[in-house]
């Protein structure tokens, strides 16, 4: 009978232990989802769209004679005061040849005629493309008559779980 009452006695002062004030105790239960609404972030990763474009012609100028010609004339006659005889001709050919070849670039700034050909510049402009990503759901759910919102990471479905806290009112 002792062992009992002592049982009892001590059960008893478990149970108070547990309710006294300021002890809490805490379950899992579930909540009806009322809404679940998904999110959504718009999210640009624009791109870049390149296309070469013709812009024009590209040309030399005219190619000009005058520098070869005077060129030719000067260098001949340097050549003809270079040498005697027969070496007087040949310094004369020499010396116009070269002229020619110089004053030729000197006049054209060593350009060469080209024919037109066309020319093309590469062109580029930045395409907004947006795109919608789901972020995750606003959800309302119900419990004890109670209504409460959150976001969630997923959809929940038709419940939740929710954890319960429960502790003594103080009066």
């Not at 009892?8 to 300021?22: C, D, V």
């Not at 640009?44 to 030719?72: K, L, M, S």
């Not at 310094?91 to 037109?116: C, K």
């Amino acid at each position: 009978m002792k062992t009992t009452t002592l049982t009892l006695a001590l059960i008893g002062l478990t149970g108070l232990a547990f309710s006294a004030p300021g002890m809490a105790s805490s379950f899992q239960d579930r909540a009806e989802v009322i809404n679940s609404t998904p999110v959504y972030e718009s999210v640009n990763e624009p791109r870049r769209d390149c296309w070469n474009e013709q812009v024009g012609y590209e040309t030399t100028r005219r190619r000009e004679y005058g520098g070869a010609i005077i060129g030719g004339l000067v260098g001949g006659l340097l050549g003809n005061q270079v040498g005697k005889g027969s070496g007087r001709s040949w310094g004369t050919a020499v010396g116009a040849a070269t002229g020619a070849i110089v004053g030729d670039n000197i006049d054209n700034d060593g350009h060469q005629a080209v024919a037109g050909a066309p020319r093309y510049e590469q062109r580029c402009r930045q395409i907004d493309n947006w795109s919608r990503h789901l972020t995750g759901y606003n959800v309302s759910y119900r419990y004890q008559g109670q209504t409460y919102s959150a976001f969630l990471p997923y959809d929940p479905g038709q419940t939740v779980r929710v954890n319960v806290n429960v502790s003594l009112a103080e009066q």
